[in-house]
């Protein structure tokens, strides 16, 4: 198995932001066709096509495309590796995304020299290719945070210590950062009232420790588990996790005792806890819907307000309202100057500011 080449393209333009060749091929490989095929068509992640098999993955808005000889033996070994990169580039750059990735092209085409060799992958880790980056980061000038702090574990508490811990070692530079990403799902009845919702999320950390460290993230203690047997774990009228699954490193006994997320970390990033609530909430969700229908002679007009109600220290990075409207509906449009607007098949897709409407 030895990989030709690897490219970066824009899912959304098919521009190519970066690529490199590790063996001079016979034949070019065509860009604009090949991304045409992965925007018009529905392909599996590895293909073959007149003698060149392609591998790819799409994160963040980007294709992380991967062309080899077609004598691969283990596709899973080439889509590990495009994986690994994209892992690698936000270990080291941040956010990633169209933008980060040009501004920071040079440390892209050190990662991409160091996790191959003539085209054999590598098992390159932050830890093992870090000492061969010579480039600096640098920052996009447009770049807004997406880091979502909080969450339901702390929605209507001001942001803690938790977001940025400083680890008491002696080295300064010892710091552990924590992000609580949520996806909320509520379905509303006609006259505005929540009708079910469910909510799944994550505990992410970003390491950048000495070794040998072990970390320990309290989580509240009115935390509940619920057991397989309907059971709860703990007392009080806090959050309640119907299901949830650990890294590897964390100390899942512990976890159970104590509500703590406790581990020995590898330098990067790393999902410390996954996890699903139940239904009923002890706290209000971050959003609100107003309904109101006005009828007439001619014609319905159904009007919906989406208020905002976003603590300061979160931030929402996407919201999605879907609304069942009839076949022969007249015109639907969006009167709004504080969010970020696109109408699609009825589906409206928001980015709503903090403490708006």
């Not at 080449?5 to 016979?26: M, V």
């Not at 004598?71 to 080439?78: A, F, I, W």
């Not at 990033?269 to 699903?276: D, F, G, P, R």
């Amino acid at each position: 198995m030895t990989v030709t080449d690897i490219c970066l393209l824009s899912a959304s333009t098919g521009e190519l932001i970066i690529s490199h060749q590790y063996i001079k091929r016979s034949q070019p490989v065509l860009l604009k066709p090949l991304y045409q095929k992965l925007k018009n068509q529905s392909v599996p992640p590895t293909w073959a096509e007149e003698g060149i098999t392609y591998h790819y993955i799409k994160r963040s808005g980007i294709l992380f495309v991967a062309f080899d000889d077609g004598e691969t033996s283990n596709n899973y070994v080439v889509l590990d590796t495009l994986s690994r990169l994209f892992h690698l580039c936000k270990d080291l750059i941040g956010s990633v995304n169209e933008e980060s990735i040009k501004v920071n092209i040079l440390m892209v085409q050190e990662v991409l020299m160091e996790i191959m060799d003539y085209g054999m992958p590598q098992l390159g880790t932050l830890k093992t290719i870090k000492p061969y980056i010579m480039s600096d980061v640098v920052m996009p000038k447009t770049t807004q945070s997406q880091q979502i702090i909080g969450g339901l574990f702390g929605l209507n508490t001001p942001s803690s210590a938790g977001s940025l811990i400083k680890v008491a070692q002696a080295s300064s530079k010892n710091e552990v950062y924590l992000d609580v990403i949520e996806n909320v799902s509520a379905v509303f009845s006609a006259s505005g009232s929540l009708s079910s919702c469910s909510v799944s999320g994550s505990v992410v950390a970003k390491t950048f420790i000495q070794e040998g460290c072990q970390i320990s993230v309290e989580l509240p203690d009115d935390l509940q588990l619920l057991q397989g047997d309907g059971d709860q774990v703990g007392f009080g009228s806090g959050i309640v996790l119907k299901s949830w699954k650990l890294h590897k490193e964390v100390n899942s006994s512990e976890f159970e005792k104590t509500k703590a997320l406790k581990y020995t970390p590898d330098e990067g990033e790393m999902t410390l806890l996954n996890y699903q609530l139940t239904d009923e909430l002890p706290v209000n969700l971050p959003f609100r819907l107003f309904t109101k229908c006005k009828k007439t002679d001619r014609d319905v007009t159904l009007s919906l307000k989406l208020r905002s109600e976003i603590p300061p220290h979160a931030q929402v990075v996407k919201a999605t309202l879907t609304v069942r409207l009839p076949k022969n509906i007249e015109r639907s449009y969006i009167i709004s100057d504080t969010v970020r607007q696109h109408l699609d098949h009825h589906k409206v897709y928001l980015i709503p500011k903090p403490n708006v409407s």
